[in-house]
């Protein structure tokens, strides 16, 4: 693919896309995602349910068989241990959505779309390349390292001279032997549950000067996992990893979630026809106009996708992993916040994850038997212009 420079003028302000972070004609960061395709079979339930959890390898961070209570990233009290998410309860990502949510008026038009891509009709869960592969620290005994971004979002600032640089580095533990995703993309995410913590990474890079990416948040766990639009002061702290400024575990689908039994929050989406320029909250950013992704058509960033709620899951052939995700998409839905060769859901990619994984419990194509066309927008809040 090809980058397109955008002049934002002063202050410079960082274009995230697809293809391109802008941040003057003479500084362009490429970067790109991925999709597929395949097939799958399976078992039931219903809507809100758990499943009775799936076996996973100890010590991947899958929880107790059958477990349901998911503490969250809010602090102690808030829940159970055993099944682990980022973020208050009050954040998008982890409120299930009202019976009476309304639906946008472009919900019919933005789904024949969505769900009609040629050679694209069916979700791709991207495991081994595209993804995030997560590392679970103690950041009080794990090392730091410094990190040189070429945009510094909030927690890599150093060297930043003004608000207007996006250029600088910071510190993350990152552990020994730590590797980014496959593909253009080379997300990293390192966690520290303890801390409330997310170091989150795109076009991450281990050299023998050290540590690099395109771009390097943290994000805190504790909150909402919004940032602020970037229009706001200063303009950086709404970057983040991904085009639509969200962190990295947002919406992942982890190896713990499936041995809970139930995925308790929303899911990351990403499809060839995202809208690009504009964007709503949670997200912060907007994804940059390619030739799939237009300014005139599709969901945009933050857009908030529901799967029919009255459709019953466990007689779509789905296997119990697959129901357990229907249900996810059908209590919290989710969020676009990305461009995808295909229409993507994001599973954690760490080797760790992945081994838990095995055995059939988690593949490319186990989602592949959710129905596109039986999704539905949610009404759309507040709309950005990111100009790109």
């Known amino acids: 693919m090809v980058a397109t420079p955008y002049n934002v003028g002063m202050p410079t302000k960082p274009i995230r896309s697809v293809v391109a972070l802008s941040i003057t004609p003479a500084f362009v960061i490429l970067f790109g995602c991925h999709g597929g395709s395949s097939s799958s079979g399976g078992t039931g339930g219903e809507i809100g349910s758990g499943t009775g959890g799936v076996t996973v390898a100890a010590g991947t961070g899958g929880g107790a068989a059958g477990a349901s209570n998911h503490g969250s990233g809010g602090g102690a009290g808030t829940g159970g241990d055993t099944c682990w998410r980022p973020f208050s309860d009050q954040s998008p990502w982890n409120m299930p959505i009202a019976s009476d949510a309304a639906v946008d008026a472009t919900s019919t038009t933005l789904i024949a779309d969505f769900s009609s891509i040629a050679g694209q009709t069916q979700f791709w869960i991207n495991i081994q390349d595209y993804s995030v592969p997560v590392y679970w620290v103690d950041s009080t005994t794990t090392p730091m390292v410094t990190v040189t971004a070429g945009m510094g979002g909030t927690g890599f600032r150093i060297g930043a001279a003004s608000v207007s640089v996006a250029a600088g580095s910071g510190l993350a533990p990152i552990p020994a032997g730590a590797t980014p995703a496959a593909g253009s993309d080379m997300h990293l995410a390192i966690i520290d549950r303890g801390a409330h913590t997310e170091w989150g990474f795109w076009d991450a890079a281990s050299g023998s000067s050290g540590w690099t990416a395109g771009e390097a948040s943290t994000l805190d766990l504790a909150g909402t996992g919004v940032r602020p639009p970037e229009r706001d002061t200063p303009w950086w702290a709404g970057h983040g990893p991904r085009a639509c400024g969200y962190g990295l575990i947002n919406g992942l689908i982890t190896a713990e979630d499936l041995g809970c039994g139930a995925i308790e929050h929303a899911l990351v989406i990403a499809y060839p026809h995202v809208r690009s320029r504009y964007y709503t909250p949670p997200a912060s950013t907007a994804q940059g106009t390619t030739t799939d992704a237009i300014a005139t058509r599709g969901v945009l960033c933050g857009g908030h996708i529901q799967l029919d709620p009255t459709l019953d899951v466990t007689a779509l052939g789905l296997s119990a992993t697959g129901v357990m995700i229907a ?56 709309t950005y212009d990111n100009g790109n």
Not at 337 to 352: I, N, P, Q
């Open 327 to 382: 249900r996810a998409l059908q209590k919290y839905g989710a969020f676009v916040g990305d461009y995808s060769g295909a229409v993507s859901l994001y599973a954690d990619a760490s080797a760790t994850a992945t081994a838990a994984y095995a055995n059939g419990v988690l593949g490319n194509d186990t989602a592949q038997g959710i129905p596109l066309d039986r999704f539905r927008v949610l009404q759309i809040g507040t």
